[in-house]
């Protein structure tokens, strides 16, 4: 079964720092593989994504994600966080042959001024 | 990318009631999915949509609980029947505009259910 994990409930950074929000997956298959960010009161927003080719994925608001396939990791990163970039961030796998996301449990996000 | 609006935004019920959340796309899709967060929690897949067949529910969900209606391409309706507390979650609808090339979805904003 394909899963994806998030070892981290809550990830505090000061502002100005570089910031890295953990995700490992297991699938059977290439991996497609997402992440979300989920601002209070609103739904996912979507940041970025990697089906195939390079490894290092560019999103929104200067996010960036490293895909490691040793590793089976897609981490999440930015050089420099704001504190605008606090809040819940998601890890998604599409399920193999249909659009069924599989999330992981979330990380919180925490930038502190 | 597309727009999704859902109403209501959120909502107190009585438990035994039933709540019909609608969600609204600014553009034709096929695909709609439903999905429950429940507070603190991940979100978990309710159902799949497609306009013009039946809707196709994850283990653990039924019909005749959640009854989920796609008369067309841009809207879809999911109700929640015979409320109890343990209903009290955010729902979400998200659409995948793009098909198998864009492999994203979309999420609309959310409805935020509380049942007392």
């Known amino acids: 079964a394909q899963s994806v994990a998030q070892p981290e409930d809550q990830v505090n950074v000061a502002e100005g720092n570089p910031l890295t929000v953990k995700c490992t997956y297991s699938v059977s298959g290439n991996p497609y593989l997402f992440w979300y960010v989920q601002y209070p009161n609103r739904g996912l927003q979507f940041l970025l994504k990697y089906i195939t080719g390079d490894n290092l994925v560019k999103g929104s608001y200067g996010f960036e994600a490293e895909f490691n396939k ?31 996301y599989i999330f992981g449990t979330g990380t919180r996000l925490k930038v502190l001024a | 990318s597309a727009v999704i609006s859902q109403k209501p935004s959120r909502d107190i019920c009585q438990r035994g009631t039933s709540l019909t959340i609608q969600c609204q796309v ?91």
């Open chain 2, 26 to 116: 600014d553009s034709q899709v096929t695909m709609m999915f439903w999905y429950r967060q429940q507070p603190g929690q991940s979100l978990t897949l309710i159902a799949t949509a497609n306009q013009g067949s039946e809707a196709t529910y994850e283990s653990g969900f039924v019909i005749d609980k959640f009854p989920i209606s796609r008369p067309n391409l841009t809207f879809s309706t999911l109700t929640v029947s015979n409320m109890s507390p343990e209903d009290s979650s955010i729902y979400l609808c998200s659409v995948a505009p793009g098909g198998d090339s864009s492999y994203e979805q979309y999420f609309g904003p959310g409805t935020r259910l509380t049942v007392t």
């Open chain 1, 70 to 100: 040793s590793q089976t990791s897609f981490h999440l990163k930015k050089p420099s966080a704001l504190v605008s970039d606090s809040a819940l961030y998601f890890c998604a796998v599409r399920d193999t042959g249909t659009y069924k």
